[in-house]
């Protein structure tokens, strides 16, 4: 089975992630059928995917969830929080044998208590028990032209036409192979014109334990019946007349949509091991390098055949390159899907009512992108549901909505992704960050509101007075301020002390490739993302003004702060009459870095620095030049 144990955990994980979301579906909207009919579906893979890999313990407590949602689906089971919560316990629990077994540790976890507890809810009185009739489980059917004139046909001819309800058994496995015995058998002694759900449904098991069918034959029901439950795992088959009043003529609309809906499905996508792309990427990344490696050789040699024949490869580069991106790319929904659960959890261990809204979660970036985000989300949520939404007392005498709502926004404008994560609560208050700030020794003279603010990003910076298990330690925001900077990105926080605070994240769709801005600062060579340039202005040393919190140019009318790149590097300076300032956008604010000369704009593949480097903040990795020099990668955000 060693073979198939990639596929089973990532199928497993798809599976969890699915139940997950249903089951809070299912607890806003107790009534809906449909979520109850998926959850169970779905609930039942993932049983006989354990089942069939050998995880007995997996199994077993999927195969007693079952029993809970089978009581759902009969209404025997009135669904309520609590029962969601230990629902939601299981699935910890089978989220944790998961990872062990991906770990190759295949050691049963003690699901006694669980199985107990799902055991307890599972034990129903006789009278509230609802038994099916064989005329409730016959469900209507509606027909189409070609099925209604084989029907008629039939009855002309004095064929018997019966419908027909199978029922598996409930510990079932791979129901569709049952399914399939069944009308192989029948058709051996009839014809078979019509099944609910339809054929296709049942061959990928997208049906629960029962499925019905149409049968035209010259037997008798017992002989059908007899037929059908020779198949083992068959619980019971009803046989009865087709009802010609009870089942009637699809119209023209509903025709079509079946004609549609009977249209087999082919799978459009393939799974690929993610070492794979990673070469991919890195040969493509290669293939950039040596490309101008090529230019450089041709412009330094003048050879003009090379040239156009070059302008041909670069094309058929910057092609394959989107082509690698493009496929790296997967959407933010992947990291978002996770926090629904964790805000219910959460706001019910703190007694408050909160919504989590979730917009704009196609957004694509780079995978290695969104397996980082994940991290950082999980502070910012925590945050906002301990610190930032009132409890209900708080927010009904404040004349606010006694639910709390927390938005998770993401959008992409041009090649950045821009994350909004946003919360209605009672804001953050300067006063309280700078009389912190005060009792740590950090000074605050000079800064605006704004500034003051994000001093919450500081390394054990918290204004949490009490330690507590969701927050207060003062690491989060210092982790998600590092994060998003190692991610080529810049966090950034607006507020308003009663009305909430929104945290806005930038990050670039991509870290393998970009297009960068090559300059000069004394005799080194750098390489500054587009990405964070606004505009590049050639000045005078004359333009650059003095304040009292340091340098600053004038831009649109707005006093901008201004950083010579050699002091920051520690670089000699050099004396030229005229410099460049080159201004950029980190978060909301704009910055100038003044820097010699400029070299020009090229497409640059990102290295990393490697182990030894790892803590030094001011670039975000290494590029090779087309000359063959390697160049460092400024990071503006750590400069600033």
């Known amino acids: 089975m060693s ?5 089973f955990l990532e199928e497993s994980r798809e599976n969890l992630q699915s139940l997950n979301e249903n089951l809070l579906e299912l607890e806003k909207q107790p009534s809906n059928i449909n979520t109850i009919n998926e959850i169970f579906r779905v609930a039942h893979t993932l049983k006989g995917m354990a089942a069939t890999m050998g995880f007995t313990g997996m199994s077993n407590l999927t195969h007693k969830m079952e029993n809970i949602l089978e009581l759902f689906k009969s209404k025997q089971l009135n669904i309520n929080s609590e029962i969601i919560t230990l629902l939601f316990q299981c699935l910890d629990m089978l989220s944790m044998m998961v990872e062990d077994i991906e770990e190759g540790n295949v050691e049963e976890h003690d699901t006694s208590e669980l199985v107990e507890r799902l055991h307890m809810f599972s034990i129903v009185k006789d009278e509230l028990a609802i038994t099916s009739t064989e005329s409730t489980k016959l469900e209507t059917m509606k027909f189409d032209d070609y099925e209604w004139t084989v029907i008629k046909n039939a009855k002309e001819r004095k064929y018997s036409i019966y419908q027909i309800f199978v029922n598996l058994a409930k510990d079932c496995l791979i129901k569709s192979a049952r399914a399939f015995l069944v009308i192989k058998n029948l058709e051996e002694k009839g014809e078979i014109i019509k099944t609910l ?9 997208e049906f629960d334990s029962s499925f019905q069918l149409v049968f035209i ?8 019946k007899k037929i059908i439950t020779g198949v083992a795992e068959i619980e019971d ?5 087709l009802s010609i009043d009870n089942n009637y003529k ?36 290669e293939l950039v390098i040596n490309r101008t490696r090529l230019e450089q050789i041709s412009n330094d040699h003048m050879l003009m055949d090379l040239h156009e024949t070059l302008e041909q490869v670069a094309r058929i580069t910057t092609d394959l390159q989107d082509l690698v991106l493009k496929i790296r790319m997967l959407p933010i929904e992947r990291v978002f899907n996770r926090f629904p659960r964790m805000v219910r959890d959460l706001s019910k261990e703190l007694g408050k009512d909160i919504e989590l809204v979730i917009q704009g979660q196609d957004t694509e970036l780079d ?29 009904i005498k404040k004349g606010k909505d006694p639910q709390g709502i927390i938005k998770m926004i993401a959008s992409q404008e041009g090649n950045k992704a821009i994350i909004r994560i946003e919360d209605d609560g009672k804001g953050i208050d300067p006063e309280v960050i700078r009389q912190k700030a005060v009792e740590k020794e950090i000074k605050v003279d000079g800064l605006n509101e704004e500034e003051i603010i994000n001093l919450i990003f500081n390394q054990g910076f918290s204004t949490n007075d009490e330690v507590t298990d969701i927050s207060g330690r003062g690491v989060g925001m210092d982790v998600v301020k590092r994060k998003i900077s190692a991610l080529g990105g810049n966090i950034s926080v607006k507020s308003e002390v009663g009305l909430g605070s929104t945290f806005i994240i930038h990050l670039p769709l991509t870290l393998s490739i970009i297009q960068a801005l090559l300059i000069k600062v004394a005799t080194e060579t750098f390489a500054i993302s587009l990405g964070f340039i606004e505009k590049v202005i050639s000045i005078l040393p004359q333009d650059i003004k003095s304040s009292h919190s340091g340098q600053v140019f004038i831009y649109r009318e707005q006093a901008i702060p201004v950083i010579r790149v050699n002091e920051k590097l520690n670089l000699p300076a050099v004396k030229n009459l005229e410099q460049y300032l080159i201004i950029i956008k980190v978060g909301e604010k ?51």
């Open 217 to 224: 034959t010259k037997e008798s029901p017992e002989a059908i």
């Open 3 to 7: 073979q198939y144990i990639t596929m």
């Open 197 to 205: 759900p339809i054929i296709e449904k049942i061959e990928e098991e």
């Open 590 to 640: 704009l910055y100038g870095l003044i820097v010699d000369s400029l070299i020009g704009q090229q497409e640059i593949v990102i290295k990393p620095l490697g182990k030894s480097l790892i803590n030094v903040n001011e670039y975000v990795g290494a590029t090779i030049l087309g000359n063959g020099l390697v160049t460092l990668i400024l990071d503006p955000g750590a400069i600033i």
């Open 237 to 241: 088959a009803i046989v009865q007349p």
């Open 367 to 395: 995978r290695t992108v969104v397996d980082e985000l994940g991290d950082p989300f999980v502070h910012l949520i925590r945050n906002a549901v301990d610190h930032g939404i009132e409890s209900k007392d708080e927010r």
């Open 250 to 285: 699809a119209s023209i609309e509903e025709q079509s949509q079946q004609i549609f809906t009977n249209k087999s499905k082919i799978n459009q996508s393939v799974r690929v091991d993610i070492h794979r792309l990673d070469n991919f990427m890195n040969l493509v990344s």
